[in-house]
């Protein structure tokens, strides 16, 4: 999911998800990640003009998401 609003609304549209599941956690519950492989993001934006221009213009890389919710997000670590 998190790919394909990447995809749509690039890095801000990320960020609102992102921020919004940070808001409508209560406190100590869990947010659960799988990012996707850069390379998946290939293969998807071709299927529309707008997911290309997007896919373009993406400067948050799946690699990057853990220290974008831990830091930006306000997202805690849980071991």
Do not use: M
């Not at 549209?13 to 998946?40: D, N, T, Y």
């Not at 213009?57 to 670590?77: D, H, N, S, V, Y």
């Amino acid at each position: 999911t998190s790919k394909w609003v990447h995809l749509h609304f690039g890095d801000e549209g990320l960020k609102c998800l992102f921020r919004r599941v940070h808001a409508a956690l209560r406190p100590g519950g869990l947010f659960l990640l799988e990012p996707q492989p850069w390379s998946s993001y290939r293969k998807n934006a071709g299927l529309a003009p707008h997911l290309l221009r997007n896919y373009g213009a993406i400067q948050i890389k799946p690699p990057q998401f853990r220290e974008l919710l831990l830091g930006e997000i306000g997202f805690a670590r849980c071991e």
